[in-house]
């Protein structure tokens, strides 16, 4: 893939926050991008900014934990557009009470959207990447998944650090059917939804955050940003951005962490 193509794209959790970021940066680059999300009013905001500037977008409502959401999603781009050619795994969920005061039926869901369905959406995509030459799958994980600290949502810090192994693990894609699988793990960014949970914590609670609040937030756009370098970078495949604030983003082989 080369910048000077026009990519079909899906971005998963496109509805606002880091995944329509991408999926504004995308639809710039050229090509079509793909909203798939569960919020139908989101999505169709994100779509609107991206044709009122100019670029094509299609919303898709989309339950990434549903299998069926998902294998539809991928059957019809493939039979409306002729291929995938990137997929960007944003959607996640964190929902409070967490594990293990919150019943299974509830924690559960946060393993079905956050892991599932990126191992769903993947799966997918491979499936018609492979068929039309290959692609790039770039998954956003969070600084969640590292550490031996305690952490306030067990359940979502779990899933995160399972994305990051899922990347390298699927490293060798590259190799059978030219497919690229990347991971960005941020830390604090600057979403709306970050920027009211910081407005409502005292200092107190912020210093004793696993993560604290760095100086410098990550902006979603700079994140957008290296999802496209990921996409047009053939020589990164299995590569992990570890990137803990806005100053300092690391790029990594996992393997050589350990």
């Avoid at 793909?34 to 779509?47: F, K, L, P, V, Y």
């Avoid at 770039?138 to 810090?157: D, K, L, R, T």
């Amino acid at each position: 893939m080369t910048p000077n193509r026009k990519i079909i794209s899906i971005v998963t959790g496109a509805a606002s926050g880091i995944g329509r970021a991408i999926a504004v940066r995308l639809s710039q680059e050229s090509g079509t991008v793909i909203i798939a999300d569960i919020d139908a009013d989101g999505g169709m905001e994100t779509s609107r900014q991206i044709e009122s500037s100019g670029g094509t977008a299609e919303f898709i409502r989309t339950d990434v934990a549903h299998e069926d959401d998902v294998r539809t999603l991928f059957q019809h781009v493939e039979r409306t557009h002729g291929r995938v050619d990137v997929l960007v795994n944003d959607a996640a969920i964190a929902p409070g009470p967490n594990f293990p005061e919150a019943d299974s039926s509830h924690w559960q869901r946060t393993i079905d959207v956050n892991l599932r369905g990126v191992m769903l959406c993947i799966q997918y995509g491979i499936g018609v990447m492979k068929k039309f030459g290959g692609g790039s799958i770039v998954n956003i994980s969070s600084m969640a998944a590292f550490g031996f600290q305690a952490y306030s949502a067990p359940e979502y810090s779990a899933t995160k650090a399972a994305i990051v192994r899922l990347t390298s693990s699927l490293t060798t894609l590259h190799y059978s059917w030219n497919v690229r699988v990347n991971c960005i793990c941020p830390g604090w960014v600057a979403t709306e939804a970050v920027k009211r949970t910081l407005s409502a914590m005292t200092e107190e609670e912020k210093a004793a955050e696993s993560f604290p609040p760095p100086r410098v937030l990550i902006q979603p756009e700079e994140i957008a940003d290296k999802v496209w370098m990921f996409i047009t970078n053939h020589d990164m495949a299995g590569r992990v951005m570890i990137w803990p604030d806005g100053d300092s983003p690391k790029l990594v082989d996992v393997d050589s962490c350990i």
